[in-house]
């Protein structure tokens, strides 16, 4: 492997995971401790109530967690995320992040801040992450706990940063972009430029792993994220440099592809609660489980089984070059379609969108409602007109258009047994 003698994080990075990917290395993971939460939030995938004594029950024990950090070590991962749920809610996590530490990885730490104490801090400086990751659901007391739904989940999250700044930890602020709290996004942008840290929204937005689709109807509309988009040039650039990027990795007319395009099951893996190791947080279709079998087995045989996947059929996304855009991918199918190939219609209609509004061109790639020609296609390039005008008026005549609804019945629309907590754990 090509070593650095210089260079910046980002270049080490690069080098690594281009260069592990013919070996099928896994130095990327995610491993999620728990889905139990102090928060209720509406928008969120996975979240469990803190006393849940079942979820507890099947969660990963120390031990196991330990053994799968050996396993991992002498495969060659290199980072990993830890999060939930929230990771503070085990109290056992310092136990099981310090054995990570002292086994070399780069760790980061996802959290929403609001059981962070002195001694937690404390802790973190004597025993440094890569990485603390603080979700910031509003800029206002009001905003945040109308989105948490818990009184007082403000004040604690606040003092959490303030805990961990004070101590000079790696800290980065973040939010999702919702209905909720979409009029406070800048202001949240602000408070990060005034504590001097990097800030990040994101509006991905799905529905929960149990299959509910509750967090939908917190979700913004195509036109609400563009908006969004343009009030960030540096945003708008990535944009277009990622369209051009990705322009060139659509597969040649007649070739099955592969299901899956991303690093998962290549560089990458998931581990949820209950010890499934899977593609990636969102997918649990395919889930290996640990306790059963050791990491090795699960990344060597099972995991590779499921990146070799194909597509069983052609779809509007196979020869669509806007993917970048979109964030389209099998585990979004799964969750909204209940189907990792069909494509959604929320993303297809954000995607092109974006295109239209940032001037990226849109190459034909079949049957398309967005497309030139296609019903809904006069809609999105009046919008994308409106969003460049910056006409208020013409704006706010956008949120008269219909909602988008998924393109294929999924079990989105409540719960299923084969999503269910039980059903996760075997």
Not at 57 to 64: I, P, Q
Not at 99 to 126: C, H, M, P, R, S
């Amino acid at each position: 492997m090509q070593v650095l003698d210089s260079g910046t994080y980002s270049e080490f990075s690069h080098v690594i995971h281009t260069e592990v990917n013919a070996a099928r290395i896994p130095v990327n993971g995610t491993i999620e401790v728990t889905n139990r939460c102090p928060l209720n939030c509406s928008h969120c995938y996975n979240n469990l109530p803190m006393a849940d004594a079942t979820a507890r029950r099947y969660e990963l024990s120390t031990e196991d967690h330990y053994r799968v950090l050996d396993e991992l070590s002498e495969m060659g991962c290199l980072w990993l995320l830890y999060s939930g749920g929230e990771i503070f809610a085990r109290r056992d996590f310092l136990d099981i992040y310090t054995y990570a530490k002292k086994k070399g990885f780069l760790i980061t730490l996802f959290t929403n801040g609001t059981l962070i104490t002195e001694e937690i801090a404390d802790y973190l400086v004597q025993w440094m992450p890569f990485a603390i990751e603080i979700t910031l659901y509003g800029a206002t007391r009001e905003t945040y706990e109308a989105l948490t739904r818990i009184p007082g989940s403000y004040d604690h999250c606040m003092r959490g940063i303030r805990l961990l700044l004070e101590r000079g930890l790696p800290l980065k602020l973040k939010t999702v972009a919702v209905s909720i709290n979409r009029h406070e996004i800048q202001a949240m942008r602000q408070i990060a430029d005034d504590l001097g840290v990097e800030f990040k929204f994101d509006g991905m937005i799905n529905p929960r792993i149990d299959c509910s689709s509750s967090p939908l109807a917190v979700r913004l509309a195509p036109h609400e994220l563009v908006e969004l988009d343009m009030h960030d040039s540096q945003r708008v650039a990535e944009w277009r440099r990622v369209a051009s990027e990705l322009e060139s990795e659509v597969p040649p007319e007649g070739e099955t592809p592969q299901l899956y395009d991303c690093g998962g099951g290549v560089n990458s893996f998931a581990i949820d609660p209950y010890g499934n190791l899977t593609i990636c947080v969102l997918s649990h279709i395919d889930r290996y489980n640990l306790r059963s079998g050791s990491v090795r087995d699960g990344w060597e045989h099972f995991m590779a089984t499921v990146r070799d996947k194909r597509a069983t059929r052609p779809t509007k996304c196979t020869a669509c070059a806007l993917k970048g855009l979109c964030g389209m991918c099998p585990a979004n199918g799964e969750l909204e379609n209940g189907d990792p190939e069909a494509p959604v219609e929320f993303l297809c209609h954000t995607a092109h969108l974006r295109a239209m509004t940032f001037g990226i061109a849109v190459r034909p790639h079949g049957a398309c409602a967005y497309c030139e020609g296609g019903h809904s296609h006069e809609a999105v390039r009046d919008a994308a007109a409106a969003l460049r005008s910056g006409s208020a008026e013409r704006i706010a005549a956008i949120e008269a258009m219909p909602a988008v609804a998924s393109s294929a019945p999924g079990c989105s629309s409540g719960g299923c047994t084969s999503c269910s907590l039980a059903s996760q754990v075997r």
